[in-house]
């Protein structure tokens, strides 16, 4: 019998020290959930502040302030002027007239810059069949200018020619040579080839070495001109970028900021491009609508001179003058503009050494029609010599400025971009992490209501009745 009870009394023992242990696990637990908690609503509250800071802090637009330097507009202007004018160019470039464009694509590369091999398919290009061209491009009264040849990369007959014999010219492509391609069936987007040494190459070998701020006007004009070139096609790869894992096309403003947005002075270099082009359409505004708009489709052709003329009229009437070319370049020289013309040539032919197709034709196409512009700008009669402007030379530089408008348009884009996705960042770690957190201290309410409850089961058990007696013969003894 005696045996019997102190085994009882051990088994009740033992239960109580397992009930003590289970006492002290539930206890640690519901210790832990609370600092967990606690850390939670801290790394909460730092996620908040953090992101909150960047948000209010994130320049949300760029600051249109002032006027473009060595432009004769202020930055506001410019950019109402393109709100207006880049639905109508954007239209334009999509007619037949002025998306197809004819390009040399089989110049060898005259200079060692290395091998960059473009292995994705993005890099290809479709050109155009001999029966999609219209029979009156292929004669030649419209063919492209065939000037003299000259060696582009390095012309020294140059050196020897007078002024009265010297005619500024952009490219020559033979009759038997060169292919029509569609800009629009190949449009311009990033293909995953990296570029960067070509346009080492140009910085180092095609424009004047030196700080701007110390450089005379017309050699700071032509770096800017080249940067602005180099602002545009980086923002038109970031507005039209290509995952080549998913092959879905998207604006990628972290791109964008990367190579322009966090760099003020490439998109103020991008609004000099933009009053140089605009003032050389302008210039050349005669010459243009007297030129025979023809691709064989009556009602197309009748589209892009009404668009044309849209174009022409808004920018005469709203900023005639957003470059002044005369008070620019009242005092270059002969031999200035010869290294305008031997730059623009030279980065052409550096376009020839870009393994990437597709970046080889916009290089060209957009080098050409940056070509086009100085041609024009640099010419004594404006008016009388846009109207002998070849089909080439008019759809490179209508193009050309169609990329640059783009890219102007692009800037608030890219900026609205950003802020909406640090705004939406801010509400979603807001949202989510104040739920998770409610979540967290209801999972602990509940977890302790439910430990109440289950010691709430076990009162008077065995182990608690002899408790009780132990403590009642303690009392007596005392």
């Known amino acids: 019998m005696q045996a019997e009870k102190e085994e009882i009394i051990d088994e009740l023992t033992q239960l109580k020290i397992e009930r003590s242990k289970r006492r002290q696990r539930k206890?640690?637990?519901?210790?832990?959930?609370?600092?967990?908690i606690t850390w939670l609503i801290y790394a909460y509250a730092a996620a908040i502040i953090t992101t909150g800071l960047n948000y209010i802090l994130l320049e949300k637009s760029f600051k249109y302030e002032g006027i473009v330097e060595d432009s004769c507009q202020d930055f506001k202007t410019l950019k109402s002027v393109n709100d207006q004018i880049f639905p109508l160019l954007d239209e334009l470039t999509y007619k037949k007239y002025f998306k197809i464009f004819r390009v040399n694509l089989e110049n060898d590369c005259p200079f060692s810059i290395g091998e960059y091999i473009c292995t994705s398919k993005k890099c290809v290009i479709c050109t155009c069949n001999t029966t999609e061209i219209p029979s009156n491009w292929l004669s030649p009264a419209s063919s492209p200018i065939n000037y003299p040849k000259d060696d582009?990369?390095?012309?020294?007959?140059?050196?020897?020619?007078?002024?009265?014999?010297?005619?500024?010219?952009?490219?020559?492509?033979?009759?038997?040579?060169?292919?029509?391609?569609?800009?629009k069936l190949?449009?311009?987007?990033?293909?995953?080839?990296?570029?960067?040494?070509?346009?080492?190459?140009?910085?180092?070998?095609?424009?004047?070495?030196?700080?701007?701020?110390?450089?005379?006007?017309?050699?700071?004009?032509?770096?800017?001109?080249v940067q602005g070139l180099h602002t545009?096609?980086?923002t038109q790869l970031s507005e039209f970028y290509v995952d080549l894992s998913t092959n879905n096309t998207y604006p990628n403003y972290t791109l964008y900021f990367e190579r322009v947005g966090n760099h003020p002075e490439r998109i103020r270099n991008l609004f000099f491009l933009y009053s140089v082009l605009l003032?050389?359409?302008?210039?050349?505004?005669?010459?243009i609508q007297k030129h025979d708009i023809n691709s064989q489709s009556f009602e197309e052709d009748g589209r892009s001179k009404y668009l044309l003329n849209q174009i022409l009229s808004l920018g005469n009437n709203q900023c005639q003058k957003p470059f002044d070319e005369q008070q620019f370049f009242n005092q270059i020289t002969f031999e200035q503009k010869k290294d305008y013309q031997r730059y623009i040539h030279n980065i052409s032919r550096i376009m020839d050494c870009v393994e990437c197709q597709k970046c080889r034709v916009f290089g060209?196409?957009?080098?050409?029609?940056?070509?086009?512009?100085?041609?024009?700008?640099?010419?004594?009669?404006?008016?009388?010599?846009?109207?002998?402007?070849?089909?080439?030379?008019?759809?490179?530089?209508?193009?050309?400025?169609?990329?640059?408008s783009s890219s102007v348009k692009?800037?608030?884009?890219?900026?609205?971009?950003?802020?909406?996705?640090?705004?939406?960042?801010?509400?979603?770690?807001?949202?989510?992490?104040?739920?998770?957190?409610?979540?967290m201290v209801a999972i602990r309410k509940i977890y302790s209501e439910m430990d109440k409850k289950i010691q709430n089961m076990f009162k008077g058990m065995p182990s608690d009745n002899a408790q009780k007696g132990n403590r009642g013969q303690k009392s007596k003894r005392d």
């Open 364 to 404: 060209k196409m957009q080098t050409y029609g940056l070509g086009t512009a100085l041609k024009i700008l640099f010419s004594e009669s404006p008016a009388e010599f846009s109207g002998k402007l070849k089909r080439n030379e008019i759809v490179a530089l209508i193009n050309t400025f169609g990329k640059v």
């Open 186 to 225: 190949n449009p311009e987007a990033f293909t995953g080839y990296q570029g960067q040494h070509i346009w080492d190459v140009i910085y180092r070998e095609n424009c004047y070495q030196g700080s701007l701020s110390e450089m005379c006007k017309e050699k700071r004009a032509l770096n800017k001109l």
């Open 410 to 439: 692009s800037i608030d884009l890219m900026f609205e971009r950003r802020a909406r996705f640090h705004y939406n960042l801010l509400i979603t770690i807001g949202i989510v992490g104040g739920v998770f957190i409610i979540f």
């Open 152 to 183: 582009f990369a390095f012309w020294d007959s140059e050196r020897y020619l007078s002024p009265s014999e010297w005619i500024w010219h952009v490219e020559d492509i033979e009759n038997d040579k060169g292919v029509y391609v569609d800009l």
């Open 27 to 36: 206890e640690w637990e519901l210790k832990m959930m609370g600092k967990c």
């Open 232 to 234: 545009s096609i980086s």
């Open 279 to 287: 003032r050389s359409v302008i210039l050349a505004s005669d010459g």
